[in-house]
């Protein structure tokens, strides 16, 4: 059976691998990924894929040439690889709708948001620390993963199911990044901590904070909607982002 040859591309990623234990492949900070081809563009079409909300990780799994394990990845160096793969699928120029207005972004134009490496508490360790500005609390945290996503998504289809009005979305994420509470790193304390003494105002400080030090993509631009005066406009990633027209 003839065999054809696919290009590839290296792909950096925005954490550096610097979280990742040694001896992984993804401990590189880098990944082999190979050019889209009509094999994903049936992935994309798949309509079960797109009913189960999995299309995008259906994608990258079938892009990615390096052989790591996907539900490692950290969420912000997968959104990396999702710009990669639209780059290398259907170039670097992507036209989206807003306020009645066409805008076409350069994709090759967005800059990684690096891994502040002076944050870490320990070498190859996924774990930072935040003092809450109004309880003073001490927490410490970790960055979310796939398998991070993936268990979240389970647990809150779980809770639905148990009470359709209920959608503990925020509670849950925050109780999937805290690691530890003052000191204490059991899951009662943490759930409990979540649940009965995490101040709005700590909860909206540290999802700042945790946003600002998330390795990943700026996907932020500014554009001119009135002449001369530019807004921060935020790049949508949505069904429409694979597709040229």
Same mark, same amino acid.
């Given at each position: 059976m003839a065999e054809f040859k696919l290009p590839t591309e290296i792909v950096e990623l925005p954490s550096k691998g610097l979280l990742y234990p040694e001896g992984s492949p993804l401990a590189e900070g880098k990944i082999?990924?190979?050019?889209? #081809?009509?094999?994903?563009?049936?992935?994309?079409?798949? $309509?079960?894929?797109? *009913? $189960?909300?999995?299309?995008?990780?259906? =994608?990258?799994q079938s892009l990615i040439v390096s052989k790591i394990n996907y539900d490692d990845l950290l969420i912000g160096d997968k959104d990396a690889i999702i710009i990669a793969s639209r780059i290398l699928g259907y170039g670097? @120029?992507?036209t989206? *709708?807003?306020?009645?207005? @066409? &805008? #076409? /972004? @350069? =994709? #090759? #134009?967005?800059?990684?948001?690096? =891994?502040?490496?002076?944050?870490l508490l320990a070498p190859r360790k996924n774990e930072f620390e935040f003092k809450l500005p109004y309880s003073d609390n001490i927490i410490t945290f970790k960055l979310l993963t796939q398998q991070d996503d993936n268990n979240i998504d389970k647990e809150l289809e779980g809770l639905k199911k148990i009470n359709k009005d209920q959608s503990p979305e925020l509670t849950t994420r925050l109780k999937y990044m805290i690691t530890s509470v003052n000191g204490e790193s059991d899951?009662?304390? &943490?759930?409990?901590? /979540? @649940?009965?003494a995490f101040l709005a105002r700590d909860s909206r400080a540290f999802r700042d904070y945790y946003n600002k030090i998330n390795p990943g993509m700026h996907t932020t631009i500014k554009y001119e909607f009135i002449e001369g005066i530019e807004e921060d406009l935020e790049i949508p990633i949505n069904a429409n982002f694979f597709w040229p027209e």
């Open positions: 082999e990924m190979k050019y889209m #081809t009509a094999k994903e563009e049936d992935i994309l079409t798949n $309509q079960n894929y797109i *009913r $189960q909300g999995i299309v995008i990780d259906k =994608l990258l670097k @120029d992507y989206f *709708r807003i306020s009645g207005e @066409d &805008i #076409t /972004v @350069d =994709l #090759t #134009t967005l800059k990684e948001k690096f =891994l502040d490496e002076s944050l899951k009662g304390t &943490i759930n409990s901590f /979540v @649940d009965n």
